[in-house]
């Protein structure tokens, strides 16, 4: 189920726009991301000549590989020190940037009052709840979904001025 009255727990299908694979991209320091994953990942990296690799990825996917510990087809990046201790606070900056693309802004505003859940299958319980039998006593910490809760609640507020 992708949604009901209180809670949308999966970004696909009708609320794939909000997931950060969805196709709405952003400028950061004169390079241009075509998605946030794009953002995200190259934001892991200091470098910036590894950073524009990144944002030339064909697809999300293939962005967030570059930027594994393994690394995608040679491709690997330093990473910088103090992600960790970022890695929120660059989610939320590219939350921000994204959605002052005014479609999806307006489909923010109008998930109020529900919650906002990355529901997934792929053992993430950081950024959101794994749904899957494995993980089924494991609270997802589901920042990505409360990050997008806060930008709906800024973007309200600025309405409301």
Request: with cysteine; charged share 25%; proline share 2%.
């Amino acid at each position: 189920m992708e949604g009901d009255k209180h809670m949308i727990n999966s970004f696909k299908g009708k609320y794939g726009w909000a997931s950060n694979f969805a196709m709405y991209g952003l400028w950061y320091d004169n390079v241009w991301y075509p998605s946030n994953e794009h953002f995200f990942q190259a934001m892991k990296t200091l470098v910036q000549e590894e950073r524009i690799a990144i944002s030339k990825a064909l697809t999300p996917g293939i962005a967030k590989r570059m930027c594994s510990r393994r690394g995608y087809k040679g491709f690997k990046i330093i990473l910088r020190s103090d992600w960790d201790a970022i890695k929120n606070d660059v989610m939320l900056y590219g939350l921000r940037q994204k959605f002052k693309n005014q479609f999806i802004e307006a489909k923010l505003i109008r998930t109020c009052p529900q919650k906002l859940v990355e529901g997934n299958w792929w053992h993430d319980n950081y950024w959101g709840n794994c749904l899957c039998d494995k993980c089924t006593n494991i609270p997802g910490k589901n920042i990505l979904g409360h990050l997008l809760e806060a930008v709906r609640l800024e973007l309200i507020n600025k309405y409301k001025d």
